[in-house]
């Protein structure tokens, strides 16, 4: 028997879903039901400042709605840090954390100042300052009370998962991508405010919550190839990736969440039916296309 194909939809309660959310959630049910797998339902609200309950109760209604049922129960982030914990410590033990004190302010200052400062496909590159501290003032800054965040030495974690080019990952059509966890540096793997961040959350979830494809926006493309280097160093599975294209508006703009007018919600109010929803999508996506 070929292994059981698992899917998930991962919003975050930050807002009510858009169509952009369900063309995710469609494609990722769909494939699932077609293969007789499993579609689950995980709502990553690390951030509790920003995730509120009534935005993932909307999500809740909002999938009922458009018929699309998931399997078991669904998973929520913010109970489950000891998971993210333990995944920090493994990476702690291998010397590919280091705190960063900076604030935005610093790292766009530094930014400003060296304007050869590496940039990636999602704008500038952490620019390495923490990085340079020495072990007794990162200490002696730490006693001291000061917030920090745990980033990931980049060059050091790709150096342990085999060097450069060594790590790749297959979409949905078995072509092979490389992964270019470069491209992104030296990432934030635990914040300031929260024990976690996405980059970490989300690869230890696709583990422990075995899945087998990740279908998301391509705006999370560039993302995958940390998730992979990630997966590497915390000996993890790796996924199918398939990424689909974003949908517009007629201006030919990204649809956000802070356009109200097109949640669903909003939608639901005006009248629409969930057929008019998979409609939609199939207008502005040219048919349910690959991103
Ligand atoms: N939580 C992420 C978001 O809402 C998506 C995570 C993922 O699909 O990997 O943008």
């Keep these: 028997m070929p292994p059981l194909l698992i899917t998930r939809f991962a919003p975050s309660p930050t807002g009510h879903l858009h169509l952009g959310h369900a063309y995710s959630a469609i494609l990722a049910h769909e494939t699932a039901r077609v293969a007789g797998g499993r579609f689950i339902l995980r709502l990553e609200d690390i951030d509790q400042s920003r995730c509120l309950a009534p935005y993932s109760d909307a999500i809740i209604d909002d999938l009922r709605w458009l018929g699309l049922e998931w399997d078991g129960p669904v998973r929520r982030q913010s ?28 790292i766009a200052a530094e930014i400003a100042r060296a304007p050869t400062a590496p940039h990636g496909p999602e704008g500038a590159l952490y620019p390495g300052l923490c990085k340079a501290l020495s072990h007794a003032e990162a200490e002696s800054r730490i006693a001291s009370g000061e917030a920090y965040a745990l980033r990931l030495d980049s060059e050091a974690a790709i150096r342990a998962s085999g060097g450069p080019g060594a790590l790749a990952f297959h979409d949905e059509e078995g072509c092979r991508h490389i992964a270019h966890p470069e491209e992104l540096g030296d ?11 996405y980059h970490l959350a989300v690869t230890v979830d696709d583990a422990i919550q075995n899945i087998s494809h990740v279908i998301r926006g391509e705006d999370l493309r560039h993302a995958t190839h940390i998730h992979r280097l990630l997966q590497a160093l915390l000996d993890l599975p ?4 398939q990424t689909h294209a974003l949908l517009t508006d007629e201006r030919g703009r990204r649809l956000a969440k802070r356009d109200k007018a097109q949640t669903l919600q909003s939608l639901r109010q005006e009248g629409w039916t969930p057929d008019d929803v998979r409609a939609a999508i199939k207008r502005l996506s040219g048919g349910f296309a690959r991103g």
Excluded at 82 to 103: N, V
Excluded at 238 to 241: A, D, G, H, V
């Design 79 to 106: 109970q489950h840090f000891g998971d993210y914990q333990s995944a920090l410590d493994q990476l702690a033990e291998k010397g590919l954390l280091y705190p960063c004190f900076c604030t935005r302010k610093d």
């Design 238 to 241: 790796t996924p199918i990736y």
């Design 187 to 197: 990432v934030v793997l635990a914040r300031k405010d929260v024990p976690t961040s």
